[in-house]
């Protein structure tokens, strides 16, 4: 990428919109500049000087330092391109953009199906959602105060364990009025060897370890670490949070899904590693993306925004990624597993009254 000099007015104009965290829209791509625009490399350099300084970004050596500034710059060419092309999303310059592909992949999924057919998961068979005919036209667990503050599993593979706690605070506040933020630290560290802590893990099977555990703490008593650490089970004093079961959301199958969603935050596995997802900044994602499941997220909601069917889904990236760390799927794709398979394994906890 080589860049025709811009103005300094359009330059800097650029450089706030970066360090604001506003999204990169596909209508004008790169805030004004032209696809010919895209070659100075001294402007690529103030661009990812900058990018380094909002994303609190230091490397150990110049020489890494010029391997991450090549890898940026890739990036940066991708998102253009995308948002350039016509479509219901777009990407931005977020703080995976000095990760290759590769590495991103590496660092921040973490379902494993193989799990399953290993250790042979059982569907819990039965779901008490069946018999629903009606459902709202939509529904925000958001709102209704059912979804604690995004969280951020850093370089971790812990996915499922945050997609976990989201559907078991959200049942928890369902019935008992009270938002807890849950540990996702005592599942990686305790939920051993069914799951395998940061590196990747099944809903069903955390659900079942808070069933046998007694509860879950919160994470103030047990708060998260980034990386795996010691159990902590002989702290008995400390609150806890219960669930009776779990229940399965029959396969396949994107009515089921909408209403057990209706009825409560959901555990659902997605394929997220695609290189658009890594980048999604906003709108309504519909791809590409296969239905190889590798990542474990919440659904909190559906809806509908200008045609585009939708569903709400809270990630474990932190709130700088995507929409404030949401991102809305497309619904209605005409395929039974759904947009990035989100259909193939969803699951719920359940709570008495």
Known sequence: MAFMKPNNFLLLSFLLCLTSCLALPRDFSIIGYSEDDLSSHDTLINLFE??????????????????????????????????????????????????????????????????????????????RYADVTNIPKSVDWRKKGAVTHVKNQGSCGSCWAFSTVAAVEGVNQIVTGNLTSLS???????????????????????????????????????????????????????????????????????????????????????????????????????????????HGVAAVGYGSSKGQDYITVKNSWGPRWGEKGYIRMKRKTGKDEGLCGINKMASYPTKDT
Not at 65 to 85: A, G, M, S, V
Not at 94 to 103: I, Q, R, V
């Open 50 to 127: 900058s990018w380094m300084s909002k994303h609190d970004k230091f490397y150990a050596s110049f020489k890494e330092k010029i391997r991450r500034f090549e890898i940026f710059k890739d990036n940066l060419k991708h998102i253009d391109e995308t948002n350039r092309q016509a479509s219901s999303y777009w990407l931005g310059l977020n703080e995976f953009a000095d990760l290759s592909h590769g590495e991103f992949k590496e660092r921040y999924l973490g379902v494993r199906t193989d799990l399953a057919q290993k250790r042979g998961i059982v569907d819990s068979g039965s779901f």
């Open 184 to 294: 996702e630290q005592e599942l990686i560290d305790c939920d051993k060897p069914d799951n395998n802590g940061c590196n990747g893990g099944l809903m069903d099977y955390a659900f079942t370890f808070i069933v046998g555990n007694g509860g879950l703490r919160t994470e103030d008593d047990y708060p998260y670490l980034m990386e795996e650490g010691t159990c902590e089970q002989q702290r008995a004093d400390l609150e806890m949070v219960t669930i009776t079961g779990y229940e399965d959301v029959p396969e396949n199958d994107e009515t089921s899904l909408l209403k057990a969603l209706a009825h409560q935050p959901i555990s659902v596995a997605i394929e997220a590693s695609g290189r658009n997802f890594q980048f999604y900044s906003g709108g309504v994602f519909d791809g590409p993306c296969g239905t190889d499941l590798d």
